[in-house]
């Protein structure tokens, strides 16, 4: 079964719904585009092994981005792509640098017509199933963005086009151009739910990523313990800090008790909030070993009605 998001004329793009998940590779080689863990994050062989993993659980669409590990995300997706012959929807963004030079970004024309080609190479693909800007670029007219992307269509470079880390008002300049938005999104992350509005009132694909917000619905961080080695609060906290209060803790031990009698952990729970949200087309997954993809899996098999999805978002007002 597989999901058309509506385009432009002769544009659109096939997402495999059979279990709505999308694998998110951004921990390959790296946290994420950030330069100073370049070479961090999953070896190839731990990506390897998650590939393997997601590709047996039914997970056909793999979403990535040219930055993503210095570009080792990018490169192994497509070692893998050509080892195994699997041939996984594939989304890559365009943004930060590949090689972490400070000075190489942005959605220039002229950068975004060099930066697909780098991808399609490592990909080891003639085309990207989705291409999105990773950020918006005030430098640069969003016409002159959208204008190339849209080159990049007619090319055959590309087959549909989108954007990620975008708010209300700069959808509303791009127009009717895009078929998709990534946002960060959770039951601890709704600050841009009206984008998810936005999206559902115009036909344009929705994917949250950051589903368990860095690993906080995961239940692994608890009140007046230090974070576990190795996790997102040890490595790359910033984002997060700001829910480190009583209200979040308070909440999180609501939504254990849920998933408790629900028969679920917490993470499953915390997807099924999402996945039964029929705004929403897939959810975008970054698992840090096989066993991760479980409760976003699991969580297809559980129903919740509009009210108890408003009684669990109460949990974190």
């Not at 070896?43 to 047996?56: F, G, H, K, R």
């Not at 199933?129 to 590309?158: N, Q």
């Not at 970054?286 to 976003?296: D, Q, T």
Request: net charge negative; hydrophobic share 40%.
């Amino acid at each position: 079964m597989s999901l058309l998001v509506p385009g432009g004329p002769g544009i659109g793009l096939t997402f495999n719904v059979e279990h709505r998940v999308i694998l998110g590779c951004g921990n390959f080689g790296g946290i994420g585009s950030a330069p100073a863990f370049f070479g961090r994050g999953e070896s190839e062989d731990d990506a390897v092994a998650i590939m393997d993993s997601a590709w047996l659980l039914g997970i056909r669409d793999f979403d990535t981005a040219d930055a993503y590990g210095g570009g080792r995300s990018e490169a192994w997706i497509g070692r893998w792509r050509a080892r195994t012959g699997n041939e996984p929807t594939l989304t890559t963004k365009v943004f930060h640098s590949v090689e972490g030079d400070p000075d190489d970004h942005g959605l220039s024309r002229e950068r975004i017509l060099r930066q697909i080609d780098g991808s399609l190479a490592r990909l080891g693909v003639e085309q990207v199933d989705m291409y999105l800007i990773h950020e918006p670029d005030p430098a640069t007219p969003i016409e002159e963005t959208l204008d190339a992307l849209e080159e990049l269509v007619r090319a055959g470079k590309v087959n549909a086009i989108g954007a990620s880390n975008v708010d209300v008002a700069w959808l509303e300049q791009a127009g009717d151009r895009l078929q998709w938005v990534q946002n960060s999104y959770s039951l601890l992350d709704r600050e841009l739910d009206d984008v998810l509005v936005y999206c559902a009132d115009h036909g344009i694909g929705f994917s949250p990523f950051s589903p368990l917000a860095g690993g906080w619905l995961s239940g692994k961080y608890r009140r007046d313990e230090a974070p576990p080695r190795g996790s997102r609060m040890t490595m790359r906290p910033e984002p997060y800090l700001h829910l480190d209060t009583e209200a979040v803790y308070d909440g999180l031990d609501r939504l254990a008790a849920a998933a408790a009698e629900r028969g679920v952990d917490m993470p499953t729970l915390a997807f099924a909030w999402l996945l039964t949200d029929p705004r929403i087309a897939a959810v975008v997954t970054g698992p840090r070993r096989p066993g991760h993809l479980e409760p976003a899996i699991a969580a297809l098999e559980v129903e919740l009605s509009p009210a108890e999805r408003d009684e669990l978002a109460s949990f974190f007002p």
